[in-house]
């Protein structure tokens, strides 16, 4: 690189070899980790410059549970902040790109108190597994809802070819924002809109990927999914520990089928949704724990995500302390909770609600359908209540899906 009197820029000569580096260890890391596995992905990671999508990125400098909170605004162009922030934006975690909706071209380094972030880049490897899971190959038209930062939009992007891809930003200054950075970096397009009604214009789309988790499919975007399509979205309950991850496939003669499936991670739900917290009731676990009792219930392991995901509909208004010793599931707007014993076949449990016999009760439903992993939905053609379920018979488990409309 030279300056404008034709030198060489030793400093800006150095900032992209350390960029390309911190690409290279990235991708480094997802392999080895056995994240990444697609040979066309990998390459469009290692040639996507992360840094051009997120020039400027929050950092958290108070503690955990204060308020105010503190944020620091790291800009990649400042000497002083650049190799935390380079670190930072390579690192694969999420990435704190807007705080109360900010003109992100106003935006100025330094410490500010208060607000919240309202847009992010996704958990890298869940990005990979997201894309990886899409199958998306050269010519496929592509649909991005709740685009962010942009950078899922520009790795497919890179697989899709020119002109194929098209994101939706509900936030008409990151959409803004997105397309110029996005300019730099690859082609394709966002759109100002509600990610809700997809974008008519340029359907059938081929693939359509939603960043944004919904408590239901909206008729929007199964609509717009072309025959031999994919979409993919989380299915979001109010709470954020047990996300729900939705397949829709419409075959070649047009049949629309739905699968539900839990997993560890997922999308963060749309603008509006109001997710629990246990965060205010940690102290008042530790000082009161709860009542003992003994209890024949041994909950399955995380990784059994049929029966989480169907706690989540079955037990209702409950999260997770995951930091917990053990197994600790509260339901904060009634005050109570449930803290099991440490292997000893005991249960602790406060407040009006019996969380744990709910637990219970969900789980010999479960045993009872088969220990189901995976669970089909129904989507009505006339748009009425859509529903889950794990099979046919009187055995089955399923649940009612919420309505886009009672989105609290």
């Not at 749309?270 to 009792?293: C, D, E, S, V």
């Not at 009006?352 to 016999?357: E, L, M, N």
């Amino acid at each position: 690189m030279k300056t404008e009197s034709g030198t060489a820029d030793p400093a800006a000569e150095g900032r992209l070899t350390d960029a390309a580096s911190a690409r290279l260890a990235l991708v480094e890391r997802l392999q080895a980790d056995g994240v990444l596995t697609d040979p066309r992905l990998r390459d469009a990671l290692s040639r996507l410059d992360r840094g051009v999508l997120m020039p400027r990125a929050y950092v958290r400098r108070s503690e955990q549970g204060s308020e105010p909170v503190v944020w620091d605004l790291l800009d990649g162009a400042h000497p002083k902040d650049r190799a935390e922030w380079q670190e930072l934006v390579y690192s694969g975690e999420s990435v704190l790109v807007q705080r109360d909706g900010e003109r992100l071209e106003s935006q100025a380094r330094g410490v500010v108190s208060g607000g919240r972030m309202t847009a992010m880049s996704t958990f890298t490897p869940y990005t990979v597994e997201v894309l990886q899971r899409m199958r998306i190959a050269s010519g496929h038209r592509y649909l991005d809802l709740g685009t962010g930062p942009g950078v899922s939009l520009a790795l497919a992007a890179a697989l899709t070819g020119p002109g194929l891809a098209v994101g939706v930003e509900r936030d008409e200054h990151m959409a803004a924002f997105v397309q110029k950075t996005l300019d730099r970096v690859g082609v394709a397009s966002v759109v100002a809109g509600d990610a809700l009604d997809g974008h008519a214009p340029l359907a059938p789309y081929d693939r359509i990927h939603s960043g944004i988790g919904v408590p239901c499919l909206p008729s929007a975007w199964v609509g717009q999914l072309a025959p031999g399509g994919r979409l993919l979205t989380t299915l979001a309950t109010r709470t954020p520990s047990w996300p729900g991850h939705c397949l829709v496939t419409r075959t070649t003669g047009g049949h629309v089928e739905a699968v539900l499936e839990g997993g560890p991670r997922g999308h963060r739900p749309l603008h509006g949704y109001t997710w629990l917290t246990a965060q205010h009731h940690l102290q008042q676990i530790a000082n009161r724990p709860g009542k003992r009792r003994p209890t024949t219930f041994a909950p399955p392991p995380d990784h059994s995500y049929g029966f989480w995901l169907a706690a989540a509909y079955l037990v209702p208004g409950v999260v997770r302390h995951f930091q917990a010793d053990t197994l600790t599931v509260v339901a904060p707007e009634e005050n109570s909770w449930a803290v099991a014993g440490p292997g000893d076949g005991t249960v602790r449990v406060h407040g009006p609600r019996d969380v744990w016999a709910e637990l219970e009760r969900v789980h010999d439903l479960w045993v009872r359908a088969g220990s189901p992993i995976a669970f089909h939905v129904d989507i009505p053609d006339d748009g009425a209540q859509q529903h889950a379920t794990s099979g046919t018979g009187t055995a089955a488990l399923g649940w009612e899906l919420p309505a886009l409309s009672a989105t609290p």
